[in-house]
């Protein structure tokens, strides 16, 4: 078997040399030390302790400033247990017990890995790993075991492993690191964060990977899409290097026309700093969305003011104009200091999330809220609502979206946005209207909720199922609310960038789209062959389609039409 799948966690196509990282065995000494040894073993810890620090804060040193501050609060946490007096009592009262060290470190580490595996939310089980990262590192030092080095990497890579160390996965450099495959691994675990902060497409829960890989092969890793080829053909080399030159000899513009010079702005899906500088690099027309979330569930508290709005800042001063969702929390999104009564939801996806969890900490709100009014003083800032379904709840935000700006001094207008994405905004969407200074379509929670599909299921393709035609009837209302009170409706979400769906998008009257940076060349140059006076042809029709299949059909003759 040559094509193996898993789950997405950081999408994009690359390929490569595979590397692959085998689990150590390390050689630990079982042997009972006598009582004239121990001060021995207790001075080989200390050792390893400080030599564990070393090596930790070279981490931190080398590393770019991550705009999730992922990295530096994860390696900061992994220091801050070398501190921790009640790990060291732990470790040093097994080796009072006339244990070597290394037993002592890895007696702890196992009793700490079976205490993480007892608890049933997958987000808070998923935090052995920084546990079992940062015991094997004062082992490894103990023993004098060699850590994985991938300093010396010079051409393209892709890593296939068990699993992988946050620690190592930080000093991932992504100029050479080009993908990375787990056979285990959980999405919001510290390593899926890490590798999401830095773009590297990645792939977890590929069954027996192992198995297939080996070292120096070349392989194709398209994780958006879910699938690793170890034994890709000559035609499937070709058209990634074909894709590859493609990307690069295209010359983008911010601005983007259609055929007949109508101008469609095309933002960037943005959370972290690699995906902000390939905003940058794809021309990007601001941030249409910048997911906060990411920023919190790299912190194992709350983060400070002070650190929320220093990456805010950065993120205006990049782009220019961004537009922040405020926190958006719950579904298959987690804090690992989400409170207990929230973690035992039947069904998160429907439970305490977006606007609801927000309610449930005004303080946290009211934080966020005024870390974006101090980053609107470099640029042009909007802040949206998420998965608001009443108008109160809109109303609620704007009271005190209205009350920090009061208590800042601030006078200059910030626009509020409601995020449309379940059915109770859609069907109410002119009350929101009245209310918002503009509108958001998230398709991607819309499109799960209208079709009743949970989207994290492995038998849902959100992309296949947002070809339906419901979606884009609710799309047309909520264009035709926009126009009746004279405010802007944006798209975010898959479907935006769903090339069969760019036509309908634009033929609906959707102006504004926001993307991931890495299908900003694509979808520029599909706008580009666009005549929109053509398009909007398709907007009389819709009421009479019935079919995805006659959807399409008539979308793509209004096409060749162009």
Request: net charge negative; hydrophobic share 40%; aromatic share 6%.
């Amino acid at each position: 078997m040559s094509k193996l799948t898993g789950i997405t966690v950081e999408p994009g196509i690359v390929s490569g040399k595979v590397v692959v990282i085998r689990d150590v065995n390390f050689d630990i000494n079982k042997n009972e030390v006598d009582a004239a040894s121990i001060w021995r073993e207790h001075q080989r810890l200390d050792i390893a302790i400080e030599t564990s620090k070393r090596e930790l804060r070279v981490i931190q040193d080398n590393r770019e400033f991550s705009i999730s501050l992922g990295d530096e609060a994860i390696l900061e946490a992994q220091i801050m247990m070398l501190e921790d007096p009640y790990f060291i009592e732990d470790i040093r009262d097994v080796i009072n017990k006339g244990k070597t060290a290394e037993y002592a470190v890895n007696f702890v580490k196992e009793a700490l890995t079976e205490s993480f595996n007892a608890i049933e939310d997958a987000y808070l089980r998923a935090r052995r790993n920084d546990v079992i990262d940062l015991t094997e590192r004062i082992i490894a030092n103990l023993l004098y075991t060699p850590r994985v080095d991938f300093s010396q990497l010079n051409s393209d890579t892709i890593i296939v492993a068990k699993e992988l160390p946050p620690s190592i996965t930080a000093s991932l450099d992504k100029k050479y690191i080009k993908g990375v495959v787990l056979e285990s691994g959980a999405k919001h675990s510290h390593t899926g964060l890490l590798l999401m902060s830095k773009g590297i497409p990645a792939l977890f829960n590929v069954g027996d990977v192992l198995s297939y890989a080996e070292d120096s092969h070349y392989a194709i890793l398209n994780s958006a899409d879910g699938v690793i080829n170890f034994s890709p053909t000559k035609e499937e080399l070709e058209a990634i290097f074909l894709m590859k030159e493609k990307n690069e000899q295209i010359e983008l513009t911010k601005d983007t026309y259609s055929k007949d010079h109508v101008k469609i702005r095309v933002s960037a899906n943005v959370s972290v700093q690699s995906s902000v500088e390939e905003a940058i690099q794809y021309k990007a027309d601001g941030a249409g969305l910048m997911r906060t979330e990411f920023m919190y569930m790299s912190h194992n508290d709350f983060p400070k003011e002070t650190d929320e709005n220093r990456v805010y800042e950065s993120v205006v001063k990049a782009l220019d104009d961004v537009t922040f969702r405020l926190l958006d929390i719950g579904g298959d999104k987690f804090l690992p200091y989400h409170p207990e009564e929230l973690l035992d939801e039947v069904n998160p996806a429907l439970g305490t999330r977006g606007v609801r969890f927000l309610k449930l900490h005004e303080r946290t709100l009211r934080q966020q809220i005024r870390a974006i009014i101090r980053a609107s003083r470099f640029g042009t800032v909007k802040i949206m609502v998420p998965m608001v379904t009443s108008v109160e709840e809109f109303l609620w935000i704007k009271n005190i979206l209205n009350e920090e700006k009061i208590h800042l001094r601030m006078t200059d207008k910030i626009d509020l946005g409601a995020m449309i994405e379940t059915p109770a905004a859609a069907i109410h969407v002119d009350s929101f209207a009245k209310h918002a200074d503009f509108l958001s379509i998230g398709t991607n929670d819309l499109t799960q909720f209208l079709l009743a599909f949970d989207r994290t299921s492995p038998n849902f393709d959100l992309l296949a199922q947002s070809m339906h035609p419901s979606i884009f009837k609710v799309i047309r209302n909520v264009v035709m609310s926009g126009k009746k009170y004279d405010i802007p409706v944006s798209i975010c979400g898959v479907l935006g960038q769903n090339l069969e769906a760019l036509p309908i998008l634009l033929g609906l009257g959707i102006r504004h789209i926001s993307i991931d940076p890495n299908k900003m060349v694509e979808v520029k140059t599909r706008i580009s062959q666009l005549k929109i006076k053509q398009l909007q042809r398709l907007r009389p029709l819709l009421a009479q389609i019935e079919t995805e299949e006659e959807l399409l059909s008539i979308a793509r003759k209004l096409d060749k039409s162009t």
